[in-house]
C-alpha cells in the first residue's frame, strides 16, 4: 500500500515538475510564428548548463496534412536579472565593417545583431544573449520592451506534415565578468559546431591589392617578390582580384599575366613562399563564358530573370550576378576550380571574397525598394532548390569550396560572420582598409570588437598593412576612392603597424615595395617582428565603440613570446594613460627597450596626439592581468 502511495506522489510531482518547467520555459521564452497555413508549432527546450549557462532550442513541427512554408519568427526572451533604463548595451558585430560591435542603450530600437548583445547592469554584473548556430535561419537580436527580441525571415522554408526542424540554438548566460563571458561564448560558438582550437597564424608577406587594384602584370609581381626576398623575413605572397578574365572564369586568366597563374605561384614559392590567391566565391559576371554556356547556375527574381547587378567601376564595367548553390552542378564547378587552383597551380592559401551576397538579405539590400531609379526591384529570389534558405544554400557553397581546396588556408572575405563558422580558417573581422587615419581608426574599432572569436572559432583577420602616403606612390597608379593620394603622417601610418603587428592575423603589405621609402619600410619590418596575438581583448571596450570610429585605446595580447599591452591615442590632443594594476610586473617598451617606472601599482605614460605604443609585460599572466588592470 505505501509502495503505492509512494509511486502516485512520485508520478504526481514528476508531473508538477514538468509543469513547472514548462510554465518557467513560457515565462521566459515566447515564440511567435508566421506560416502560410499556420499550422506550425513551436516547442521550447532550456537546458541548464554546468556553469550557469542555459541553452535554448525551438523545435518548429508541422502539425497539419499540407506541407506548410514559414514566413517570419520572433522570439521574446526576459532577461533574468531586471534591466534599468541606464543600462549599457553592447551589439555584437555581425559583418566585417558593415555592422561592427555597437555600444548603445535600452532606449535604442534600431540595433540588432546577429551574433551576441550584452547588457551591463552594474560593473560587476552582466548579462549575455548569442546565437550559436546559424544552419538554416539568420536570426537577429534586438532589445524591445525590456527583453531579448529575436526576430528570423523564415524565406517560405518548406516543413512537411508531421516534419519537426530546429532553429537556431541561442546562449543565455550571466556573470560577474564580461571579459569572462565574451570568451565563454567564443568557447561554446567552437562547442557547438566542433571546431578545434586553431594554431596561431604566422604569415607575413605581400600581396597585389591595396596599391595596384587589379591593375598589375607578371612583372609587376615578380619585381615586388624579389623586393621583399632582399629586404623581409616573410612567407607568403597573395594575388589578389582582377586576375580572371571575367568574373567566374576561374580557370582562364587574362593575358597580360604571362604564363598565367601557375607560373606565379611557381615563382613565389621558388623563392620560398606560400601562394596565395583571391577570388569572389558568391558572385560571376554576366559577361562570362560560365554565364552564357550555364544561365541556369545563377538566382532568379520573380519573373524568372537572372538577378543583375550593373555597376561601372571606371576601369572595367562590373555586371554581377549570383551563384545558385542549391544546384549540384554549381558546386561541383566551384570545387573543381579550387581543387585545380590548389593541386595543379599551387596555391594552398585561399582569400574567398564578397561572401554575403550568399543571404537573401544582402542581395534584397542591393536590388529591393532601395535599388535606384530605373532600376528593377526584386522581391523574390528563385533558385534551383527552393526548399533551402539562403543561410542553407550559403553553407553549401562553403562546404563545397572547403572540399575543393583541401587543407589549405581558407579566408572568408565580407562575410555575414554566423554562416562560415565551423568551416572556414581565417574571417575578416574589418573592413578593407585604405591608407588613411580614418580607415585605420575604423578598422582597428572592427576587428578588435571581434576579439572573442580569435583562434577558438577563427582566426581573426584586419586586412592588409598598408603604411604608404602620397610620397609612396606612382601618380599614374591611382586608383580608388581613399586609395592614392593620402597624407598619413608617420606616426598614424605606425599605429596600423603596430595594429597589425599583434592583432592583424596575416600580416601582409599590400603597398608597392619597390616606391615606399625606408621610414615607412621600417614599419612593414616593425609589424613582422611580433608574432600574432593567440588571444587579446580590449580593457577599455565600455568606454568606447559608441561609433564607428570610437576605437579602443587599450589592448592586452598574449603570444607565444608573453603578455603585451598596446596603447593608441586617436585623440586630437595628447593623452594621458593611467593603468592600476601593475605590481609585481616589469614594463618595457619593446621599440626602444627601456624599462617604464610603476609607481604605485600604477603605469603612467603620457602619448601625443594620433600616436601608439607596445609594451611588454613580464612576469604577467594574461587571464590575471585582464581582470586586474584598471584604466583611469
Known amino acids: 500500500m505505501w509502495k503505492l502511495v509512494r509511486y502516485v506522489c512520485c508520478v504526481f510531482g514528476l508531473l508538477a515538475l514538468l509543469q513547472s518547467c514548462e510554465n518557467s520555459n513560457k515565462k521566459l521564452v515566447e515564440v511567435t510564428l508566421y506560416s502560410k497555413n499556420k499550422d506550425i508549432e513551436s516547442t521550447i527546450q532550456i537546458e541548464n548548463g554546468k556553469d550557469g549557462q542555459k541553452y535554448v532550442q525551438i523545435s518548429l513541427t508541422n502539425t497539419g496534412k499540407e506541407i506548410d512554408r514559414i514566413d517570419s519568427i520572433q522570439i521574446e526572451i526576459q532577461p533574468e536579472v531586471s534591466v534599468n533604463k541606464n543600462d549599457q548595451l553592447m551589439y555584437g558585430g555581425t559583418c566585417m565593417g558593415r555592422t561592427p560591435i555597437k555600444q548603445s542603450t535600452t532606449s535604442d530600437t534600431i540595433s540588432k545583431s ?28 534586438h532589445f524591445r520592451n525590456n527583453c531579448f527580441m529575436i526576430t528570423a525571415v523564415g524565406e517560405s522554408k518548406p516543413i512537411k506534415p508531421g516534419e519537426t526542424i530546429e532553429f537556431e540554438k541561442i546562449l543565455l548566460t550571466n556573470g560577474e565578468s564580461w571579459q569572462d563571458l565574451m570568451f565563454g561564448y567564443g568557447t561554446e560558438i567552437a562547442k557547438e559546431h566542433n ?63 604571362q604564363g598565367g597563374m601557375k607560373a606565379i605561384a611557381d615563382y ?17 559576371d554576366k559577361d562570362s563564358e560560365l554565364y552564357r554556356n550555364h544561365p541556369d547556375w545563377f538566382l532568379k527574381d520573380q519573373d524568372g530573370e537572372v538577378i543583375c547587378q550593373a555597376i561601372d567601376k571606371g576601369d572595367t564595367f562590373m ?56 532600376k528593377k526591384v526584386v522581391t523574390k529570389v528563385l533558385s534551383y532548390n527552393n526548399s533551402m534558405t539562403s543561410v542553407e544554400r550559403t553553407r553549401a557553397g562553403l562546404q563545397t569550396m572547403r572540399e575543393g581546396m583541401g587543407d589549405a588556408y581558407f579566408l572568408a572575405c565580407s562575410a555575414i560572420f554566423g554562416p562560415t563558422f565551423g568551416i572556414v580558417d581565417g574571417l575578416r573581422t574589418g573592413a578593407d582598409i585604405c591608407p588613411t587615419f580614418d580607415f585605420y581608426e575604423a578598422c582597428t574599432l572592427q576587428n578588435a570588437g571581434n576579439f572573442y572569436l580569435n583562434l577558438s572559432v577563427v582566426q581573426n583577420d584586419a586586412d592588409y598593412l598598408v603604411v604608404r602616403n602620397k610620397d609612396d606612390e606612382e601618380a599614374e597608379r591611382a586608383w580608388g576612392e581613399n586609395k592614392f593620394g593620402g597624407n598619413t603622417t608617420f606616426d ?15 600580416k601582409i603589405n599590400s603597398d608597392n615595395l619597390l616606391t615606399l621609402r625606408p621610414e615607412r619600410t621600417k614599419l612593414v619590418d616593425n609589424a613582422f617582428a611580433y608574432k600574432t596575438a593567440s588571444r587579446f581583448i ?32 586617436w585623440d586630437e590632443k595628447d593623452k594621458q594613460f593611467n593603468i592600476k594594476g601593475f605590481s609585481d610586473t616589469k614594463v618595457i617598451d619593446v621599440l626602444t627597450k627601456q ?12 602619448l601625443k596626439s594620433h600616436s601608439s605604443k607596445i609594451l611588454k609585460v613580464e612576469n604577467a599572466s594574461f587571464d590575471i592581468l585582464r581582470n586586474k588592470l584598471q584604466i583611469n
Not at 598614424?492 to 596575416?506: F, N, R, T
Not at 607565444?560 to 596603447?567: P, Y
Not at 609607481?599 to 605614460?605: A, C, E, R, V, Y
Request: aromatic content about 16%.
Open 195 to 257: 571546431i578545434k582550437p586553431k594554431e596561431t597564424v604566422n604569415l607575413k608577406g605581400w600581396s597585389t591589392w591595396d596599391y595596384y587594384g587589379r591593375v598589375y602584370d607578371t612583372k609587376d609581381v615578380y619585381k615586388n617578390i624579389d623586393k621583399l626576398k632582399s629586404e623581409h623575413v616573410a612567407n607568403i605572397i597573395q594575388i589578389d582580384g582582377g586576375w580572371w578574365t571575367a568574373r567566374g572564369d576561374y580557370l582562364s586568366v587574362r593575358k597580360n599575366l
Open 538 to 569: 580590449p580593457l577599455d571596450m565600455w568606454n568606447h565603440a559608441k561609433d564607428r570610429n570610437d576605437a579602443f585605446n587599450v589592448i592586452l595580447a598574449e603570444n607565444e613570446d608573453g603578455v603585451f599591452i598596446s596603447l593608441f591615442n
Open 595 to 606: 624599462n617604464i617606472s610603476i609607481g604605485n601599482d600604477k603605469l603612467q605614460i603620457t
Open 268 to 284: 613565389a614559392k621558388s623563392k620560398g613562399y606560400k601562394a596565395g590567391i583571391h577570388l569572389d566565391g558568391f558572385r560571376g
Open 492 to 506: 598614424e601610418a605606425k599605429m596600423w603597424s603596430d595594429y597589425i603587428a599583434l592583432y592583424g592575423g596575416p
Open 114 to 141: 546577429g551574433t551576441f548583445l550584452m547588457i551591463k547592469h552594474a560593473e560587476n554584473n552582466y548579462s549575455n544573449i548569442g546565437i550559436l548556430t546559424w544552419n538554416t535561419f539568420m536570426p537577429y537580436i
Open 319 to 374: 555586371q554581377y550576378i549570383y551563384y545558385d548553390y542549391s544546384n549540384p552542378q554549381v558546386c561541383k564547378y566551384m570545387k573543381n576550380v579550387l581543387h585545380t587552383i590548389k593541386n595543379d597551380w599551387g596555391f594552398s592559401y585561399f582569400k574567398i571574397d564578397f561572401m554575403r551576397y550568399g543571404l537573401l538579405e544582402s542581395i534584397l539590400a542591393e536590388h529591393g525598394n532601395n535599388c535606384g531609379l530605373g
